[in-house]
């Protein structure tokens, strides 16, 4: 496919009606009665949102710009209703007023194919948005892409003038753009380093187009965060950037490589098979944040799927992310979810189709080694360390023993994340080796759910009928996936030794167990209201785990009461056991512990409830208003994002969100929204 193409062969374009500027339809002409200036076959349509927010941008360049440089040209708008031997249906000639209607065009020429050759495909194809026609009425360049900067670049004003016309080739290729300096919109600034450093790593691509795209939330928080304009965003033109549908200047959207284990078996090319990385920005605080799109359409490395998202699961991982965040776990964050107007066939029938817009300070996988380790490529995968280094990890920069250090700190990342997901009561569902990151975030929440009762064999995905990712499995998990990312380095730990390289390595993964232990035991002790480190800690928080199993304690109810009880308070905890005498024993040890420790009851009790959260995204309440949301209510998925955005905070009238699944909801089964 090709963007911008230069067709210097193309036969004289006929037109078999033309309206002028008057409004007047006039019979048919050949483009070169028109004179011998330079001509701008501009495509576009009122009821388009894209064509507001590219063409008359465009428009307004080409009239101040051109106009003030003497060069003589006309904009002529196009009415593709039929292409039939270099004739087209209608055109309307208008060199001042830019409204009328007109289809816009598709990603779809072909390669080697001449415009006219292409447009005889109309009907099952597209139009082009820009073409360019010489001084000769020759057409020399035609733009099937949906950014005005391909234009722009093609249309060198160094190099055109309105007696001689010649080509400047454009800089860009498919949907990338080479040797970019930063550039905003809305306040968005990119400085896309993944695609400038990392070529080869990725295939350059750009999301599908969608008949409607409509915001259905939109993460202002989150958008003033990134620097962005929200109000600019919150609108029908950010709907089509944030589908995919549009890429914001200065973006360089690209499919992801990368390999993975999943459920224990070796994938060694998977990617990103139905998302996009759409550019990497410079947010308020100057920190480096990934803008992804998930559900975007089929890419190569699709595997046979669609390549899209449904409502659901796309409000799902809203719901989650933003919770997590909330709850304080390092993890992707939602900008927004957007409806594309389009009826998507999965198991149970047509559902709506969207995509998710999210945020995340990168998407480098343990997979993303894995992807050119399986194939030797070792000068990649330095090349890929060495940026996973400078963009997370920038004081290992130029030591000597970087590529372990940086095993180092991507296990004490994981341990650390982990241990949140565990003081929370969160399963992920499908921690494969492609689904942990670099950086530490938590990433896909795809089967993903939380712990009513508390039981460390709960599983919730439909596709785990085994139990590896287990509640209580994770953090095995987690040191397997790292050993994964180990095997991956060994050849720049020690490419010399590789019997040394083995045990530098070997060294680092054992050592997972004890910084998980510290991380998780330092959070147990801020939910248990304990400051004071005592060696009997770890016996006293792993005790209350063993009197929870097989009572059907509510996870996040019984934290949240220690608050009580370190106030004197036990009966609500208490009460939460089948039977309470069960947890009597542990309660006599804990407020013993609690006698040693500095400060008041209050004070303790108020700490406490700042770790211990009231509100989590129950899983019935999460079903609810996605069920409501298909249904086209979206008011109870609305009121549950606000409900977790303050999940520590009690407030009146929220009472129901706090409580566990109803008796009659059942077993819970998650999917992955594929």
């Given at each position: 496919?090709?963007?911008?193409?230069?067709?210097?062969?193309?036969?004289?374009?006929r037109v078999r009606e033309w309206i002028d500027?008057?409004?007047?339809?006039?019979?048919?002409?050949?483009?070169?009665?028109?004179?011998?200036?330079?001509?701008?076959?501009?495509?576009?349509?009122?009821?388009?949102?894209?064509?507001?927010?590219?063409?008359?941008?465009?428009?307004?360049?080409?009239?101040?710009?051109?106009?003030?440089?003497?060069?003589?040209?006309?904009?002529?708008?196009?009415?593709?209703?039929?292409?039939?031997?270099?004739?087209?249906?209608?055109?309307?000639?208008?060199?001042?007023?830019?409204?009328?209607?007109?289809?816009?065009?598709?990603?779809?020429?072909?390669?080697?194919?001449?415009?006219?050759?292409?447009?005889?495909?109309?009907?099952?194809?597209?139009?082009?948005?820009?073409?360019?026609?010489?001084?000769?009425?020759?057409?020399?360049?035609?733009?099937?892409?949906?950014?005005?900067?391909?234009?722009?670049?093609?249309?060198?004003?160094?190099?055109?003038?309105?007696?001689?016309?010649?080509?400047?080739?454009?800089?860009?290729?498919?949907?990338?753009?080479?040797?970019?300096?930063?550039?905003?919109?809305?306040?968005?600034?990119?400085?896309?380093?993944?695609?400038?450093?990392?070529?080869?790593?990725?295939?350059?691509?750009?999301?599908?187009?969608?008949?409607?795209?409509?915001?259905?939330?939109?993460?202002?928080?989150?958008?003033?965060?990134?620097?962005?304009?929200?109000?600019?965003?919150?609108?029908?033109?950010?709907?089509?950037?944030?589908?995919?549908?549009?890429?914001?200047?200065?973006?360089?959207?690209?499919?992801?490589?990368?390999?993975?284990?999943?459920?224990?078996?070796?994938?060694?090319?998977?990617?990103?098979?139905?998302?996009?990385?759409?550019?990497?920005?410079?947010?308020?605080?100057?920190?480096?944040?990934?803008?992804?799109?998930?559900?975007?359409?089929?890419?190569?490395?699709?595997?046979?799927?669609?390549?899209?998202?449904?409502?659901?699961?796309?409000?799902?991982?809203?719901?989650?992310?933003?919770?997590?965040?909330?709850?304080?776990?390092?993890?992707?964050?939602?900008?927004?979810?957007?409806?594309?107007?389009?009826?998507?066939?999965?198991?149970?029938?047509?559902?709506?189709?969207?995509?998710?817009?999210?945020?995340?300070?990168?998407?480098?996988?343990?997979?993303?080694?894995?992807?050119?380790?399986?194939?030797?490529?070792?000068?990649?995968?330095?090349?890929?360390?060495?940026?996973?280094?400078?963009?997370?990890?920038?004081?290992?920069?130029?030591?000597?023993?970087?590529?372990?250090?940086?095993?180092?700190?991507?296990?004490?990342?994981?341990?650390?994340?982990?241990?949140?997901?565990?003081?929370?009561?969160?399963?992920?569902?499908?921690?494969?080796?492609?689904?942990?990151?670099?950086?530490?975030?938590?990433?896909?929440?795809?089967?993903?759910?939380?712990?009513?009762?508390?039981?460390?064999?709960?599983?919730?995905?439909?596709?785990?009928?085994?139990?590896?990712?287990?509640?209580?499995?994770?953090?095995?998990?987690?040191?397997?996936?790292?050993?994964?990312?180990?095997?991956?380095?060994?050849?720049?730990?020690?490419?010399?030794?590789?019997?040394?390289?083995?045990?530098?390595?070997?060294?680092?993964?054992?050592?997972?167990?004890?910084?998980?232990?510290?991380?998780?035991?330092?959070?147990?002790r801020q939910k248990l209201g304990v400051e004071?480190?005592?060696?009997?800690?770890?016996?006293?928080?792993?005790?209350?785990?063993?009197?929870?199993?097989?009572?059907?304690?509510?996870?996040?109810?019984?934290?949240?009461?220690?608050?009580?009880?370190?106030?004197?308070?036990?009966?609500?905890?208490?009460?939460?056991?089948?039977?309470?005498?069960?947890?009597?024993?542990?309660?006599?040890?804990?407020?013993?512990?609690?006698?040693?420790?500095?400060?008041?009851?209050?004070?303790?009790?108020?700490?406490?409830?700042?770790?211990?959260?009231?509100?989590?995204?129950?899983?019935?309440?999460?079903?609810?208003?996605?069920?409501?949301?298909?249904?086209?209510?979206?008011?109870?998925?609305?009121?549950?994002?606000?409900?977790?955005?303050?999940?520590?905070?009690?407030?009146?009238?929220?009472?129901?969100?706090?409580?566990?699944?109803?008796?009659?909801?059942?077993?819970?089964?998650?999917y992955c929204g594929t």
């Amino acid at each position: 496919m090709q963007f911008g193409s230069l067709h210097r062969s193309a036969p004289e374009l006929r037109v078999r009606e033309w309206i002028d500027g008057e409004g007047q339809a006039r019979g048919p002409l050949a483009l070169s009665e028109l004179g011998d200036g330079l001509k701008i076959l501009f495509c576009f349509q009122h009821a388009c949102p894209g064509c507001h927010s590219r063409g008359f941008p465009v428009l307004r360049y080409l009239h101040h710009h051109l106009a003030g440089q003497g060069v003589g040209f006309a904009v002529i708008q196009t009415v593709f209703e039929e292409f039939k031997d270099n004739t087209v249906d209608k055109l309307r000639i208008n060199q001042q007023r830019y409204e009328l209607p007109i289809p816009f065009g598709h990603d779809l020429a072909r390669e080697g194919e001449t415009y006219p050759s292409f447009m005889q495909d109309y009907r099952s194809a597209g139009t082009p948005w820009f073409t360019i026609i010489d001084q000769n009425n020759q057409v020399i360049y035609a733009d099937f892409g949906l950014d005005p900067r391909r234009f722009l670049e093609a249309l060198d004003l160094r190099a055109w003038n309105s007696r001689s016309i010649e080509w400047a080739p454009t800089r860009y290729r498919r949907g990338m753009q080479q040797g970019m300096k930063p550039m905003s919109i809305a306040g968005l600034k990119f400085d896309n380093s993944y695609a400038r450093e990392l070529e080869g790593f990725y295939v350059p691509w750009k999301g599908a187009e969608v008949p409607a795209p409509k915001l259905v939330r939109f993460n202002r928080e989150l958008a003033v965060e990134l620097g962005l304009d929200a109000e600019a965003l919150d609108s029908a033109a950010g709907a089509a950037i944030l589908s995919g549908h549009t890429a914001p200047e200065g973006a360089a959207p690209l499919a992801m490589a990368y390999a993975g284990h999943q459920f224990g078996g070796f994938s060694p090319q998977l990617g990103d098979g139905r998302a996009l990385l759409l550019g990497e920005v410079i947010d308020s605080h100057d920190e480096r944040r990934d803008l992804h799109l998930k559900g975007s359409g089929r890419t190569p490395f699709s595997r046979g799927g669609d390549g899209k998202a449904v409502l659901g699961p796309v409000l799902r991982e809203y719901i989650i992310g933003e919770a997590m965040h909330a709850l304080g776990v390092p993890t992707t964050r939602a900008l927004a979810a957007v409806m594309t107007g389009e009826s998507i066939m999965r198991q149970a029938g047509a559902e709506q189709g969207a995509v998710l817009a999210r945020v995340a300070s990168s998407h480098l996988r343990v997979g993303t080694f894995q992807f050119f380790a399986a194939r030797g490529e070792t000068d990649r995968l330095r090349q890929l360390a060495d940026y996973a280094i400078a963009r997370h990890y920038p004081a290992l920069a130029g030591k000597p023993d970087r590529y372990l250090q940086l095993l180092v700190q991507v296990r004490d990342r994981q341990a650390a994340l982990i241990a949140k997901w565990m003081l929370i009561g969160f399963v992920h569902g499908v921690m494969n080796t492609d689904n942990m990151t670099i950086s530490g975030e938590t990433i896909d929440y795809g089967p993903c759910a939380f712990l009513d009762v508390y039981d460390p064999k709960m599983v919730f995905s439909s596709i785990d009928q085994n139990g590896r990712y287990a509640y209580g499995n994770q953090p095995q998990i987690a040191q397997w996936n790292l050993a994964r990312l180990a095997e991956t380095l060994l050849d720049l730990i020690n490419p010399d030794d590789s019997d040394a390289a083995v045990r530098m390595a070997s060294e680092v993964i054992n050592g997972f167990p004890e910084a998980y232990q510290d991380a998780w035991l330092e959070g147990m002790r801020q939910k248990l209201g304990v400051e004071r480190e005592e060696d009997t800690d770890m016996e006293l928080a792993t005790d209350l785990f063993s009197v929870m199993e097989g009572q059907n304690v509510d996870f996040t109810q019984l934290f949240r009461s220690l608050s009580d009880v370190a106030a004197g308070q036990a009966e609500a905890a208490r009460a939460l056991f089948d039977d309470p005498a069960v947890f009597d024993g542990w309660l006599a040890a804990y407020r013993e512990r609690l006698l040693r420790e500095p400060g008041t009851a209050q004070e303790r009790a108020a700490a406490m409830n700042r770790v211990n959260p009231v509100y989590i995204p129950r899983n019935h309440m999460v079903e609810a208003a996605l069920e409501s949301a298909g249904k086209g209510d979206l008011a109870p998925f609305e009121r549950l994002v606000e409900v977790l955005a303050r999940p520590f905070e009690a407030r009146t009238g929220l009472e129901v969100y706090a409580l566990g699944a109803p008796s009659g909801f059942g077993a819970y089964t998650t999917y992955c929204g594929t």
